[in-house]
T-cell receptor
Framework: ELKVEQNPLFLSMQEGKNYTIYCNYS?????LYWYRQDPGKSLESLFV?????AVKQEGRLMASLDTKARLSTLHITAAVHDLSATYFC?????????FGSGTKLNVKP | NAGVTQTPKFRVLKTGQSMTLLCAQD?????MYWYRQDPGMGLRLIHY???????AKGEVPDGYNVSRLKKQNFLLGLESAAPSQTSVYFC???????????????FGAGSRLTVL
């Protein structure tokens, strides 16, 4: 069974700092997605990564994919409070999606 | 444009009762999914469907049944609810990715189920 591991699971950081969330997965796949979930809300799509070396950026967030290492990263630059949420990576395995446990990010003023 | 609508949003059941969660999408998506979300465990796939009249098991299918009689609807049934099925249930849908390969999920708002 495909395993998806995220770390860290909890991240408390100061505004203005940088940090990276890691997503490792256990099987060959070249399609990986990042989602954001606000407390009590649903999930919304952030990034779609479809090939080795893919890099996507939106505002202070940048996601990358290394299919050979089976690793995706979500990098946060100069964090702001509005980025506080839970972030999930998900691996697409023949249209079945396997999610990581999520990284709960708290950005403190 | 409603997207993905789940009903009910909240439900409390007693052990052994049955219920059905309804998911409806208005985007003409081929694929539909039911996930459950438990603290610290991310989302786990219960069942999914790749088209009208089709269903398949996911990671945690035991205790659940599904049906997709119409393309826009995907029903999740609990025949005899157990406390272990207390969770938040999310329905999601996506279009056939085709050549682009992107298969982005659109999620419903979630249904919180408590089994006493």
């Amino acid at each position: 069974e495909l395993k998806v591991e995220q770390n860290p699971l909890f991240l408390s950081m100061q505004e203005g700092k940088n940090y990276t969330i890691y997503c490792n997965y256990s099987t060959t796949s070249d399609r990986l997605y990042w989602y954001r979930q606000d407390p009590g809300k649903s999930l919304e799509s952030l990034f779609v990564l479809l090939s080795n070396g893919a890099v996507k950026q939106e505002g202070r967030l940048m996601a990358s994919l290394d299919t050979k290492a089976r690793l995706s990263t979500l990098h946060i630059t100069a964090a702001v409070h509005d980025l506080s949420a839970t972030y999930f990576c998900a691996v697409d395995n023949f249209n079945k999606f396997y999610f990581g446990s999520g990284t709960k990010l708290n950005v403190k003023p | 444009n409603a997207g993905v609508t789940q009903t009910p949003k909240f439900r409390v059941l007693k052990t052994g009762q049955s219920m059905t969660l309804l998911c409806a999408q208005d985007m003409n998506h081929e694929y539909m999914y039911w996930y459950r979300q438990d603290p610290g465990m991310g989302l786990r796939l219960i069942h999914y469907s790749v088209g009208e009249g089709t269903t398949a098991k996911g990671e945690v299918p035991d205790g659940y049944n599904v049906s997709r009689l119409k393309k826009q609807n995907f029903l999740l049934g609990l025949e005899s609810a157990a406390p272990s099925q207390t969770s938040v249930y999310f329905c999601a849908s996506s279009s056939n990715p085709g050549a682009s390969g992107a298969n982005v999920l659109t999620f419903g708002a979630g249904s919180r189920l408590t089994v006493l």
